[in-house]
């Protein structure tokens, strides 16, 4: 397989309202931040939002950004079915696809992309709370990352969680899990 250029990674996240897709963008642009890289994260809500199309770009790279807009990833994370189908072609070949297989019945039908599908709401289930699994496909997407390391997600998740200690013990469990995974 192709290795990715590492000056720039493109993340698109998308799913259903309500999956934590803007957390992931913000999530992945606070760890590059901290690690002092340029960053943009533009979100977008479907009509509905919660239970709507949602989805979440994040450009990370060495040098300025010129544009936040994202077309063609090196990194896909899709959370449920309808966004497989609606966002899979837009992924660049050789690229990452992180898939939750448990909202998704459906094996990619490319064969020049990386896939990585991860049963992530069971997993989340298992771990008590399946609000999580948005941070198991975090800790999946590090694991490929070349500019964001788990150590700056886990900084970066603490900061944003400040004060909220349980759930930011459940999110560092779910992104390690993903990460091992």
């Not at 642009?29 to 509905?48: C, D, F, I, N, R």
């Not at 807009?69 to 609606?86: D, F, G």
């Not at 069971?122 to 800790?139: P, Q, R, S, Y």
Request: aromatic share 6%; proline share 3%.
């Amino acid at each position: 397989m192709k290795k990715l250029d590492n000056s720039t990674e493109e993340i698109f996240c998308a799913g259903f309202g309500g999956q934590g897709i803007m957390f992931m963008g913000k999530l992945f642009a606070e760890a590059a931040l901290a690690a002092g890289k340029h960053v943009t994260w533009m979100p977008s809500y479907g009509a509905e939002v919660r239970g709507g199309t949602a989805y979440s770009m994040v450009k990370i790279s060495k040098k300025e950004i010129a544009s936040p807009v994202v077309t063609n990833p090196n990194m896909l994370i899709v959370m449920n079915k309808p966004s497989l189908l609606k966002y899979e072609d837009k992924l660049k070949d050789h690229g990452i696809l992180i898939s939750n297989r448990s909202l998704i019945d459906t094996i990619p039908a490319r064969k020049n992309i990386k896939v990585v599908n991860i049963p992530m709401t069971a997993l989340a289930h298992a771990l008590g709370n399946t609000k999580c699994a948005n941070m198991i496909a975090v800790g999946a997407l590090v694991k490929h990352s070349k500019m964001i390391t788990l150590r700056n997600v886990l900084s970066a998740l603490k900061e944003v969680l400040a004060g909220k200690e349980d759930l930011f013990l459940l999110n560092k469990k779910a992104l390690e899990k993903g990460y091992r995974i």
